[in-house]
């Protein structure tokens, strides 16, 4: 398997093709991965925003004065009212905004980012993701596509890729069924290739100021394996939730 940058990516602004940017700077094969950061997703789709698009409402004063009490860094409301529009439910709101978005993604403040946003205050998430994805799809040779994000995880330090949409692929490799080297049957592994292609494509596509938000996986095989769509938890099976729901926060 092999993975480069698309090269000289601009910088992209609202209503930009991103298909058409992609596609005069590198010639794909239809089995490649195409991955592309929602940064620039979002900047074509216009998902830019200034602070004060968001009047702040009581709830969302009141979260960020008890943040700006347990961390002695004054937190501005309208930010926590951004946070709260790009969200469906708080999973937690303390000692930071951990929040599902509206299609499933479960990171901290919505995924809203603050870098590399020239003219606004803000950058959201793209609406759809998995939608926007197939919208490049229909555009390009590559037949797969993968939007993807940086965001933490449990009990490590640091952020890593992680698929926060896709088409043309199943986001899982289902190995139920299979059987190890001394042929026990596997129960419970499903693995979630899209978020692994995007941690690979993230060490290439770098952070900060590389500006190469674009890279293509060669040669990627499925292999003889099932397909699986899940990837986000459901509530019901997510015990770490289940647990945050009886959880407080002691500084």
């Not at 499933?104 to 994805?133: C, F, Q, T, Y």
């Not at 037949?143 to 992680?162: K, L």
């Amino acid at each position: 398997m092999e993975l480069f940058p698309v090269p000289d990516v601009p910088e992209v602004r609202e209503g930009d093709d991103l298909a058409a940017i992609i596609s005069d700077r590198v010639t794909l094969r239809p089995d490649d991965v195409v991955c592309v950061a929602s940064t620039v997703v979002s900047k074509a789709e216009g998902r830019f925003a200034d602070l004060d698009d968001f009047p702040p409402g009581p709830r969302a004063r009141e979260l960020a004065g008890r943040l700006s009490e347990l961390t002695d860094d004054e937190k501005d409301p309208r930010f926590a009212q951004a946070v709260l529009e790009e969200s469906v439910a708080l999973v937690m709101d303390e000692p930071f905004f951990l929040t599902e978005t509206r299609f499933g993604h479960v990171g901290v403040n919505a995924g809203i980012d603050r870098s590399n946003v020239p003219d606004h205050d803000l950058l959201l998430l793209p609406k759809r993701p998995s939608e926007s994805a197939a919208r490049i799809r229909d555009e390009l040779a590559a037949d797969r596509i993968i939007v993807s994000d940086t965001c933490g995880r449990p009990f490590r330090h640091g952020q890593r890729g992680v698929a926060i949409g896709w088409a043309g692929l199943a986001p899982s490799r289902d190995w139920r069924g299979e059987t190890d080297r001394d042929g026990r049957e596997l129960g419970v592994t499903v693995e979630s290739v899209v978020d692994e292609l995007a941690a690979a494509a993230n060490l290439v596509q770098g952070e900060g100021d590389d500006g190469t938000p674009v890279v293509v996986v060669r040669d990627f095989e499925w292999g003889d394996h099932g397909e699986s769509d899940a990837h986000f938890r459901d509530i019901d099976g997510d015990f770490v939730r289940q647990a945050l729901r009886d959880w407080s926060y002691e500084p």
